[in-house]
């Protein structure tokens, strides 16, 4: 059987539905050396700010039952030298290109979109709205409904790429935040981000992450997520990227199932680079043993 395995985020076509998640793949660059960058349907980069950042104090990272901490503040060597330095190597791969951008402020996304929407090799732009790791700026905006309007509304004067929202699941209605991004514009919305967490060494007395508090990703997340997916993709019309402790197809197919057109892997990429290629082979030996062809046939049809 032929299988068809492309889908769409809004204007986004991809060749299959498994992306990399924002900050677990840097710029491709190191992972190119251990799996071929051609199969993916998309990378999505690290978040790129309007200045180089230096990130967060050490230690950034925490291990956790069935998951990670993170508080890499998000270091990043500003929007010039992506341009400059990271995204021509993007560019040589067939796969799509999405630019996760952040901000302290309107302005700031502002200005990096304007600067990116430039390059020509640039398919869309993922907006981080729920990063835990910043005291200012995306997180706390993030969680304002009338902010996010007004910001991707702002976005969508100075780009023409298309905006994906990648929002908070750490409110009490993440349908309210993604209705208020559709109606702005946004063309996809990214779910979920990393959870804020603390992890303390009782030996020590101190956290385990120099910010104190940092971002939970992996499995641990994967129920949370598959429920705010879920629950936004019977909110609002426009397309969903889910992720969150995805480690494999079944884990993957819970995220479509639930109502995701296509997913991301993050953390899995830190305990084996291959996971997103064996991810999209184990969907399509789901869509072969059930007979489907079309993969976009399996979107949102969890039976409940
Ligand atoms: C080390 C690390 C760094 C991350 N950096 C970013 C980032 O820069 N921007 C962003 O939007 N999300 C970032 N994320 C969140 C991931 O893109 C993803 O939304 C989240 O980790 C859930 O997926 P996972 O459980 O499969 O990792 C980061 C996650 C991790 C683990």
């Given at each position: 059987m032929l299988?068809?395995?492309?889908?769409?985020?809004?204007?986004?076509?991809l060749k299959n539905p498994v992306l990399v998640a924002s900050g677990t793949f840097g710029y491709g660059e190191e992972y190119a050396e251990l799996i071929d960058l051609n199969q993916l349907g998309g990378i999505i980069t690290k978040s790129v700010t309007l200045k180089p950042r230096e990130g967060s104090f050490p230690p950034r990272l925490t291990e956790t039952?069935?998951?990670?901490?993170?508080?890499?503040?998000?270091?990043?060597?500003?929007?010039?030298?992506?341009?400059?330095?990271?995204?021509?190597?993007?560019?040589?791969?067939?796969?799509?290109?999405?630019?996760?951008?952040?901000?302290?402020?309107?302005?700031?996304?502002?200005?990096?979109?304007?600067?990116?929407s430039k390059a020509k090799t640039i398919d869309a732009l993922e907006v981080n709205l729920s990063c835990p790791n910043l005291r200012r700026g995306g997180y706390i905006l993030g969680k304002d409904p009338e902010v996010v309007f007004s910001l991707i509304q702002t976005l969508k004067r100075v780009t023409d790429l298309p905006l994906l929202a990648k929002l908070t699941a750490a409110v009490s209605e993440p349908t309210e935040i993604a209705r208020a991004a559709e109606e702005a514009g946004a063309e996809a919305l990214s779910l979920i981000n990393t959870l804020p967490g603390m992890a303390i060494n009782i030996q020590t007395r101190r956290p385990r992450l120099g910010n104190i508090t940092g971002g939970l990703s992996g499995p641990a997340i994967r129920p949370i997520a598959?429920?705010?997916?879920?629950?936004?993709?019977?909110?609002?019309?426009?397309?969903?990227?889910g992720m969150g402790g995805i480690m494999k197809g079944d884990d993957a197919l819970e995220f479509i199932l639930a109502g995701a057109s296509a997913v991301a892997v993050g953390t899995a990429n830190f305990v084996d680079p291959t996971t997103p290629g064996q991810t999209i082979k184990q969907i399509e030996n789901y869509l072969k043993k059930n007979k489907i062809r079309r993969f976009r046939e399996l979107i949102g049809k969890v039976e409940t």
């Open positions: 299988l068809d395995l492309t889908t769409h985020l809004g204007r986004i076509s039952p069935a998951g990670m901490l993170n508080a890499i503040g998000l270091e990043n060597p500003g929007v010039e030298l992506f341009l400059k330095e990271k995204l021509p190597f993007l560019s040589q791969f067939d796969t799509k290109i999405i630019v996760n951008i952040a901000g302290e402020k309107e302005d700031e996304f502002c200005q990096v979109a304007e600067k990116l598959v429920r705010v997916v879920w629950e936004v993709a019977r909110a609002v019309r426009i397309p969903i990227l």
